[in-house]
């Protein structure tokens, strides 16, 4: 479901607000980092060894506009600590975050790409950024949504 | 020197006694023994400045914003290498234009123009709202140029020691006094 909202409260002159709900389901089984929207895949367990304190996943939207080359909007986040179920299945969510582009760039935008990411936090040492090797394009409209439901 | 009985009273006496018996060529021998151990010091810390790019690679975390991965006290380094780009999800240290404290947050927004130009938002894993709160007044976005590095690696605890010090200067100087009169009376046999 993809939704273009003229916006009314961002700090800034009228930009393209949108809406997205997905579902995530993420199974984590043999390490293959790999992740597919809508569809069982991702498998996180192996990746909490010993020094594996917490996993920060984050699903973000890119894309590119007019206004700007690069645009990454963070929609939803979570913590997953070491001990708590590996196994993901969330149906029909809302972003968490509000999806504001910088400009009027998301309306008519058929490349909005949406990768799910991790950090990975140790008990000490490296932190590393990883991405999920799947991703899932959701295009937007080209007219504005009128109503405001939601 | 009141004459004391007892072991303890003795080796006082002995550590007094072999400061007095110190010439002044060995005291100036310990005074640049601990010059050298000071400067080799602050040359490792100006080293790390130059291979991080970072002006401060070393930073205590000082609040709770970012729990359950990072509490008060936890050590991070950073880096801040000018041509690693700025995106969603790293985990980048700030300081707000005017203020001196490091802020340690997440990135949340990412918008760059095609010559460059950063502009982005953050915000702590553990609070509810963004950051534009703690910007200054009529700032929406920060900019590469608040940066003071991004979070590479992190060890747990090690900086409380600076918090300590910090809240508890006595602390502090008699960490220095302690380690004053190490350098002073060690003598190498």
Redesign the interface.
Known sequence: LRKNVEDFTGPRERSDLGFVTFDITADILNGKKCMVFFLTGIHLQSIFDWNVKQLFLYLSAEYSTKNNALNQVVLWDKIMLRGDNPRLSLKDMKSKYFFFDDGNGLKGNRNITLTLSWNVVPNAGILPLVTGSGHVSVPFPDTYETTKSY | WPRSGGIRGGAAMDLFGDLRRMNKRQLYYQVLNFAMIVSSALMIWKGLIVVTGSESPIVVVLSGSME???HRGDLLFLTNFHDDPI?????VVFKVEGRDIPIVH?V???????NGNI?FLTKG?NNEV?D?GLYKEGQ?WLEKKDVVGR??????YVGMVTIIMNDYPKFKYALLAVMGAYVLLKRES
């Open positions: 359950p991965a990072f995106r969603a999800g790293e985990i997440r949340i927004k990412v918008h760059e123009k095609g502009k894993d963004d534009r929406n979070a590479r690696g992190f060890l747990p």
